[in-house]
């Protein structure tokens, strides 16, 4: 089921393997939810305020990795909160396929 806030998208659980491209190199972390305007990331590294980082990971309905641009929105140990800044058509579809498998568009 989604979760409901004061956000613009609504956030759904997943966990979702993802590789995060920094200034200082790649990082590994899961995605703990996901919306269409960004994700939530568990991950043992920090990542400062505002920065921008580039996105990589698989949605179940893609053949291929959804790339995206995102910058840090909040950060605390072991988790940071990412906004995307320029989903494709295809990624918008991608993530809307997925919230309704998940059950979320029942």
């Not at 590294?45 to 505002?50: G, M, P, Q, S, T």
């Not at 949605?59 to 959804?66: G, H, N, Q, V």
Request: charged share 25%.
């Amino acid at each position: 089921m989604p979760t409901f806030t004061k956000r613009a998208y609504q956030r759904y659980p997943c966990h979702l393997p993802i590789k995060i491209t920094t200034e200082r190199g790649e990082i590994d972390g899961v995605a703990a939810n996901i919306g269409l305007g960004g994700m939530l990331v568990e991950s043992t590294e920090f990542l400062a305020f505002d920065s921008m980082v580039k996105l990589r990971f698989r949605l179940p309905a893609m053949t291929s990795d959804t790339e995206v641009t995102a910058y840090v929105r909040w950060n605390k140990e072991n988790a940071f909160g990412l906004q995307f800044s320029n989903l494709r058509a295809k990624d918008v579809w991608g993530l809307n396929q997925f919230f309704e498998k998940s059950g979320a568009g029942t």
